[in-house]
């Protein structure tokens, strides 16, 4: 077999067989296909698209390539949330401590930033010392003891899509429906979760674009985890707009940690407890509307906030800035966005705010490139919000003054606005279950 001919018949819209997209998997896996092969044919599946059968054989060549992951030593029911990708979606930082607050297990395996969108690992990172690399015995102990650990992905865990992630980053093949759902699922299906929900963010943050194709791909990856014995549930939740105010890394762990104290901004803190009543619900906690109240108290109790300190003080960080977030380490500058025009915001496009943020130096243009975790956006203005001619929308940190002037353009080119004001948008569109 060769890869050549495989990359031809998918340019050329045809159906790959499972011996062919196990042949890819096993080459990406191995090093024997360069680079320049797998991201041709990665581009050729993203024009050409993948059959419902190649999707899931592609999940499960993922899933396989590498160890899968022995969650039995864990007492309790084990959950786990994942996201598609967003900006300023900081959910995990406060979804898993209020459902770790009650005896139900996160064993949490998180990525880094892809795209224009962030990674809950990058975000960690930002609190000193934090270790998002452990053992696998460190990592079951510290779920067992404390209800909750997050890591990086391991080098021998779905190995080929860490591999595929890194190339679909700077290959501009991110947003391919099966790509993503066998990245998603095939990491998924590799742990040892008993439920999952997933967040699939729909509109100009998130990979998908409309709420179509975004039920569509919920609906994919909900079939593959049942199919697998899995308990799933996914929210379409809104991208249309940043999460909250906070985009970057150090930035975003300060606005998840007002908001498990209870200050948190309005659409953050519902989409996160919407989030974890699945969770729990799915854990067996009660009905959603049920759990949405438990996960009210743990917030209103304080007991999320001390899951989250306390994880962070098992990993090695200092939980000092859990619980005095002024004590973050600034950016060295700081520059502030002023409006050219006056009226209300009647729309943004949220993936340029994503990619004016990593301009800032709180994202990576290659794999390699190091991240500056005080840099990001402070939004002083969101859609909806009425804006005069000078006044303050928005606040750029970073520790890099020369790139302020093109990451402002970004942001005001990115900012629509209008003398009507837009209608309200729900924060979430649908929940496939
Ligand atoms: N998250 C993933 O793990 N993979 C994707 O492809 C997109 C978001």
Same mark, same amino acid.
Request: proline content about 0%; hydrophobic content about 45%; aromatic content about 12%.
């Given at each position: 077999m060769r890869l050549y001919d495989i990359i031809k018949k998918k340019q050329g819209g045809g159906e790959l067989s499972t011996e062919e997209i196990n042949f890819f998997i096993r080459g990406v896996t191995d090093g024997s296909i360069p680079d320049y092969q797998i991201s041709a044919l990665l581009m050729a599946i993203w024009f050409r698209g993948m059959s419902v059968r190649e999707t899931c054989d592609l999940t499960f060549a993922v899933r396989d390539s590498g160890e899968k992951l022995d969650?039995?030593?864990?007492d309790g029911i084990r959950v786990d949330k994942h996201s598609t990708g967003g900006v300023g979606d900081k959910t995990s930082l406060v979804v898993a401590p209020i459902v770790a607050s009650f005896g139900v297990k996160v064993a949490k395996m998180s990525g880094r930033g892809l795209g224009h969108t962030g990674g809950t690992v990058d975000k960690l990172e930002s609190?000193? *010392?934090?270790?998002?690399t452990l053992s696998e015995e460190e990592f079951i102990e510290q779920v067992n003891k404390i209800g909750l650990a997050i890591v990086g992905q391991s080098r021998q865990f779905a190995p080929a899509d860490k591999k595929l992630y890194a190339l679909r980053d700077v290959t501009a093949? /991110?947003?391919s429906m099966p790509l993503i759902a066998a990245s998603i699922m095939g990491k998924k299906l590799a742990a040892d979760d008993d439920c999952i929900v997933l967040d699939v963010k729909t509109g @100009? *943050?998130?990979?998908?674009?409309t709420a179509e194709a975004s039920k569509e791909l919920a609906r994919l990856m909900v079939d593959i985890g049942k199919n697998a014995g899995k308990k799933m549930v996914a929210l379409i939740t809104n991208m249309d707009r940043p999460l909250g105010y906070a985009i970057g890394n150090s930035l975003e762990v300060i606005e998840a940690v007002e908001t498990l104290k209870g200050r948190g901004p309005a659409d953050f803190t519902e989409v996160c407890l919407i989030l974890a009543s699945y969770m729990l619900s799915l854990a067996g906690k009660g009905t959603p509307e049920e759990c949405r109240k438990l996960a009210e108290g743990a917030i209103a109790d304080g007991s999320a906030l001390k899951k989250l300190a306390e994880t962070v003080r098992a990993q090695g960080g200092n939980a000092e800035l859990i619980e005095h977030p002024e004590t973050f380490a600034r950016a060295k500058y700081s520059h502030a966005v002023l409006s050219r025009e006056e009226g209300?915001? &009647? @729309? /943004?496009d949220t993936e340029a705010y994503g990619l004016s943020s990593l301009a800032l130096? &709180? *994202?990576?243009?290659?794999?390699e490139d190091p991240i500056d975790h005080t840099a990001g956006i402070l939004l002083k203005k969101k859609t909806g919000d009425f804006v005069r001619k000078g006044e303050e929308i928005a606040t750029l940190f970073s520790c890099?003054?020369?790139c302020f002037s093109a990451a402002e353009e970004q942001l005001l080119a990115a900012t629509h606005i209008s003398k009507e004001k837009a209608p309200e948008e729900p924060l979430v569109y649908g929940v496939v279950e």
């Open positions: 969650f039995s030593a864990i609190i000193d *010392g934090f270790r998002t093949t /991110v947003d @100009s *943050g998130s990979f998908m674009k209300y915001i &009647a @729309s /943004v130096g &709180a *994202g990576r243009n290659t794999a890099n003054a020369a």
